[in-house]
């Protein structure tokens, strides 16, 4: 089956500084992705769709300048989050579908812990 | 707007014993209904999917769900569980565009 990758698993940050996290389809072409937050024995939520060469489009209430979404090919999109902050700490997945399929693919997800 | 509705955080089953987890639904238009499952350190998995016609929908892994329209119920049953179903279930709705909307998750322990 289709398989989306992240990097890194998990990465830890000083407040103020910027991280960067790649979503990647490793065997199919994604034409779309889609960014997701997980708050503790929370639900996922929608941040962002992106398509592939076009801007994003963001969910209300996500500011787009703090999180940077970039969707430069068919097997990448990556997640900026900027002057990162304790509250940005959470569980970040993506999600990639593209090709005969309308099936999302998840990624394993990042945790981010902002210190 | 739409939403979705899992009543049940956690539940605990013996293993070999039949599961149903919950979901409801507020969604105005004929839904598309999802159940994922997720494990740690591995991404969600579809299990099964609602677009159109037959209600009672068979996915992977031994599951199946079943939509009730006049209840905007989707709820997940498996007839016999085994330990290694113990995971994190979601049921989803997509309001457009592939979009998802996610309920809150059931997480499942498996007594042995």
């Known amino acids: 089956g289709a398989v989306v990758s992240q990097h890194p698993s998990w990465v830890i940050c000083k407040s103020g500084t910027s991280v960067k996290i790649e979503c990647r389809s490793l065997?199919?072409?994604?034409?779309?992705m889609f960014w997701y937050r997980q708050f503790p024995k929370q639900s996922l939520m929608l941040m962002a769709t992106?398509?592939?060469?076009?801007?994003?489009?963001?969910e209300q209430g996500v500011e787009k300048d703090k999180f940077l979404i970039n969707h430069a090919s068919l097997t990448l999109s990556t997640l900026t989050v900027t002057s990162a902050h304790p509250e940005d700490s959470s569980f970040y997945i993506c999600?990639?579908?593209?090709?005969?399929?309308?099936?999302?693919?998840f990624g394993p997800g990042t945790r981010l812990t902002v210190t | 707007a739409q939403s979705v509705t899992q009543p049940d955080i956690h539940i605990t089953v013996s293993e070999g014993a039949s599961l149903e987890l919950r979901c409801n639904y507020s969604?105005?238009?004929?839904?598309?209904l999802f159940w994922y499952v997720q494990s740690p350190g591995q991404g969600l998995q579809l299990l099964l999917k609602y677009f159109s016609g037959d209600t009672l929908v068979q996915g992977i892994k031994g599951f199946e769900a079943e939509f009730k329209r006049s209840q905007s119920s989707f709820n997940l049953r498996k007839p016999s569980v085994h330990w290694s179903d113990a995971a994190e279930y979601f049921c989803?709705?997509?309001?457009?565009?592939?979009?998802?909307?996610f309920g809150q998750g059931t997480r499942l322990t498996i007594n042995p």
């Open positions: 989803a709705v997509e309001w457009g565009a592939q979009k998802l909307v």
């Open positions: 992106s398509n592939e060469g076009s801007k994003a489009t963001y």
């Open positions: 969604y105005g238009a004929t839904p598309y």
């Open positions: 999600s990639a579908s593209g090709g005969e399929s309308y099936e999302q693919y």
């Open positions: 065997d199919f072409q994604a034409t779309t």
